[in-house]
């Protein structure tokens, strides 16, 4: 069972200096809080504001990373997730590459297709051939970051004897994200989990399962990929179960309380297109008792690794998931 952070790199929208180089203080000390705390640092990738699920812009999850790893030795660094087909896979495997030599191999190659029509438009590429484009992305890449001299025929990508150097040592696990997602007109994405997104799961080191679906979608996109597990004869034994969301814990406060306290931060990260009442149906919002019985109810169902984003880059909420969720997640991990 591990904890991992998902850096609220949402926060930096500075409007002057002053308040910009308070944000880069503040970022310095969040990441070096983070390995204090053994937490690995994941990072989200939207390219633009995408109003259809959140309600800010984030930073480049890349060069965030990057700069993390600077500031890091121990901790594991990961994208949840690299949108794969907004991006050519030489250039996105020169980037891995580079990060992993500077990292010491510390990063996680968490990746999947994204949603966003008005993203998939700005860089030409048509949205209905992101689940396509994400396979070959993660063919392309992973030959490119242990062969020299590749080549790749495919659909969209076609390149020969391509050498990446400096290749990783021990190249990057490759999780992939995917699932069923609570309905909503601006999002292409289903209450299910399509055939081709698990298919991608079998063939990967691990599965991010996503945010956007309430916690009974969830426990039912992990029985289906257990069972897919299973009916394909495929060891999982070292395949990770991860999960991302969001959380802002609040100790002491009953539900409702907590609810209160916590919708300006709710829609300042995920805006006004979703009511609250789905936003709290996805999202781990309202009293610690009642994030810790979903966490717990994911981890009895699977799950060991959780990727949690504070809404805020304020450190205490590192400390209060140190101390208020993580001995519960491990307490669970042993029973």
């Not at 909420?317 to 991990?333: F, G, K, Y």
Request: hydrophobic letters at 40%; glycine letters at 6%.
């Amino acid at each position: 069972m591990r904890v991992a952070i998902y850096f609220p790199s949402f926060s930096a929208s500075a409007t002057d200096r002053q308040a910009q180089e308070r944000y880069i203080a503040n970022f310095r000390r969040y990441i070096s809080r983070c390995e204090e705390l053994d937490f690995d640092i994941w990072c989200v990738d939207h390219l633009l504001t995408a109003p259809g699920l959140y309600g800010t812009s984030w930073m480049d999850p890349m060069s965030t990373l990057t700069y993390a790893s600077a500031l890091t030795s121990r901790v594991r660094l990961g994208t949840s997730i690299s949108v794969a087909p907004l991006r050519n896979p030489v250039l996105l495997a020169k980037q891995i590459a580079t990060l992993a030599q500077l990292s010491n191999d510390r990063f996680v190659f968490g990746t999947g297709p994204g949603w966003d029509a008005k993203t998939f438009d700005a860089v030409g590429v048509p949205l209905a051939e992101r689940g396509s484009r994400t396979d070959e992305v993660i063919e392309a890449v992973r030959g490119l970051l242990t062969e020299d001299d590749f080549s790749f025929h495919g659909r969209h990508y076609d390149f020969s004897d391509v050498t990446i150097r400096p290749r990783p040592l021990t190249p990057p696990e490759v999780w992939v994200s995917g699932g069923a997602k609570m309905p909503d007109p601006k999002s292409p994405d289903k209450d299910y989990l399509p055939t081709s997104v698990l298919n991608r799961i079998l063939k990967a080191d691990g599965w991010i399962s996503r945010a956007a679906g309430n916690q009974e979608l969830l426990l039912r996109d992990m029985d289906v990929v257990k069972a897919a597990f299973s009916s394909a004869g495929v060891d999982a034994g070292s395949f990770t179960m991860a999960h991302c969301n969001f959380i802002h814990v609040s100790p002491g406060l009953t539900r409702q309380q907590a609810l209160d306290a916590q919708q300006d931060l709710a829609i300042r990260a995920f805006g006004t297109h979703r009511s609250y009442e789905h936003l709290q149906q996805c999202y781990l919002l309202g009293d610690l008792d009642h994030q810790l019985n979903r966490l717990r109810e994911l981890a009895a169902n699977g799950v060991d690794y959780f990727i949690l984003g504070p809404l805020t880059d304020d450190l205490e909420q590192l400390d209060l998931i140190h101390e208020q969720i993580v001995p519960a997640l491990m307490e669970a991990a042993v029973a």
